[in-house]
């Protein structure tokens, strides 16, 4: 009898883990994004900005920004916030002292919230850029959100970058 206890048990545990493992979310490989086919567009999307900047692709960096684009500074300050023009100037100016780039990005989430996509993202950024005693390298981990509004079968940058 015990022997017949410990099968219906066992069985019971097998049918269990197979029901909960397939109600496990599975995430996006090097990412804490759920995977599904809008979220995938949206990290492919991202990466397109990584990519750029990391190549210091500045022509491509504005196609990825809305014309609508504007960042506030994160204060009440207006002397920092930046426009879709302010974002073109940054770009062909102080952005290229930057002699070297790398630009890693650990996506932890997707938002939808009307008409606005955030994308929350840690990043790591490495760059060389001159300084007193010649080109020196310097580095930034923080996190930051993108976020983002369709455009046509695709995405724009309105703030974040």
Request: glycine share 6%; hydrophobic share 35%.
């Given at each position: 009898?015990?022997?017949?206890?410990?099968?219906?048990?066992?069985?019971?545990?097998?049918?269990?883990?197979?029901?909960?493992?397939?109600?496990?979310?599975?995430?996006?490989?090097?990412?804490?994004?759920?995977?599904?086919?809008?979220?995938?567009?949206?990290?492919?999307?991202?990466?397109?900005?990584?990519?750029?900047?990391?190549?210091?692709?500045?022509?491509?960096?504005?196609?990825?920004?809305?014309?609508?684009?504007?960042?506030?500074?994160?204060?009440?300050?207006?002397?920092?916030?930046l426009d879709?023009?302010?974002?073109?100037?940054?770009?062909?100016?102080?952005?290229?002292?930057?002699?070297?780039?790398?630009?890693?990005?650990?996506?932890?989430?997707?938002?939808?919230?009307?008409?606005?996509?955030?994308?929350?993202?840690?990043?790591?950024?490495?760059?060389?850029?001159?300084?007193?005693?010649?080109?020196?390298?310097?580095?930034?981990?923080?996190?930051?959100?993108?976020?983002?509004?369709?455009?046509?079968?695709?995405?724009?940058?309105?703030?974040g970058m």
């Open positions: 009898m015990f022997c017949r206890q410990t099968k219906a048990v066992a069985s019971l545990l097998v049918v269990a883990s197979a029901v909960l493992a397939g109600c496990a979310t599975h995430y996006i490989p090097n990412t804490d994004v759920e995977d599904n086919d809008d979220n995938r567009k949206i990290i492919s999307f991202c990466e397109k900005y990584r990519n750029a900047v990391e190549s210091k692709n500045v022509s491509e960096l504005l196609k990825l920004a809305s014309p609508k684009y504007y960042e506030d500074g994160g204060n009440i300050d207006a002397a920092d916030d879709y023009a302010g974002l073109r100037t940054y770009l062909t100016g102080k952005f290229q002292d930057a002699r070297a780039i790398r630009y890693e990005i650990r996506y932890r989430r997707v938002l939808k919230d009307d008409d606005v996509i955030y994308v929350d993202y840690t990043f790591s950024a490495s760059y060389r850029i001159p300084g007193g005693k010649g080109e020196e390298w310097r580095r930034k981990v923080d996190d930051n959100r993108l976020e983002l509004v369709e455009y046509q079968d695709e995405y724009r940058i309105v703030a």
